[in-house]
């Protein structure tokens, strides 16, 4: 638990998993098979709670051909006690007490439990908001994840705006780059920045991406002038974390 003044980060949650080889994703790497954690965060602002994501849930496999693909080139393991709502249940959480739900961008693993928080504000950025609009292929949007009434219950940050709850708690970054539509949050009080899916681990920033999973970033010379971005941050002091951490270095 990291406490601010007005923010409070409560936990952070990891809904299942995929996995892949290291030595398939970058250069140089040994042939190590590790776990990519579908993370959600659960945290605090005013005595409001929020999200940043949902992780996954089983509504992932059930998207036909565009699951299996998914799931061939990217093996999820899921199963329903990792589900983001089951876990704040454990927990004493209701899922009906969520205000409100941030999301860095719309992939699978990201956007996979939205559907379990009727109640909840669906805050997203304004090029988010185009790619649900109008998605296309690369752009991985599961259209089933998405809630019926998700327009009556939008948000949407506007690009010129970075001030989330307008009281200069929480910065809305612009991480572009893996998705054009990629948002990171900065938690200014508690000097933490969570960057979604801007590297696939802090520990391998500097690690260069083979062919395929470089084609697979929707702009790979914006995914690097991102990763500059992070390292930035880190230089002065503020810790960095991002969607697929590894459990240990949490
Ligand atoms: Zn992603």
Redesign the pocket.
């Known amino acids: 638990m990291l406490h601010g003044g007005k923010t409070t980060i409560i936990k952070i949650y990891r809904c299942g998993y995929c996995y892949n080889n290291l030595h398939r994703i970058y250069k140089n790497m040994p042939k190590e098979t590790i776990q990519f954690p579908a993370t959600a965060i659960l945290f605090s602002h005013q005595n409001n709670l929020y999200l940043i994501d949902t992780g996954y849930s089983k509504r992932v496999f059930e998207y036909g051909l565009k699951s299996k693909i998914y799931h061939k080139l990217n093996p999820i393991v899921y199963e329903d006690s990792n589900s983001l709502k089951n876990q704040l249940e454990a927990d004493g959480i209701s899922n009906l007490d969520i205000k409100g739900i941030i999301l860095t961008?719309l992939?699978p693993?990201?956007i996979g439990g939205l559907k379990d928080f009727p109640n909840s504000q669906i805050i997203m950025s304004e090029k988010s908001y185009a790619l649900l609009v109008r998605p296309k292929l690369l752009d991985l949007v599961f259209k089933n994840l998405v809630p019926v009434d998700w327009m009556n219950r939008l948000r949407i940050i506007e690009e010129k705006e970075d001030d989330l709850f307008q009281d200069g708690t929480i910065e809305v970054i612009d991480l572009p780059g893996?998705?054009k539509d990629q948002i990171g949050l900065y938690f200014k009080e508690l000097k933490f920045l969570y960057a979604?899916?801007a590297t696939w681990g802090i520990k391998f920033i500097d690690n260069q991406l083979k062919f395929i999973p470089k084609l697979l970033q929707r702009d790979y010379k914006h995914f690097n002038q991102t990763i500059l971005k992070l390292k930035e941050y880190m230089s002065n002091g503020i810790k960095v974390m991002v969607s697929h951490e590894q459990v240990d270095d949490k």
Do not use: E, I, M, Q
């Open positions: 961008h992939h693993d990201h893996h998705t979604a899916d």
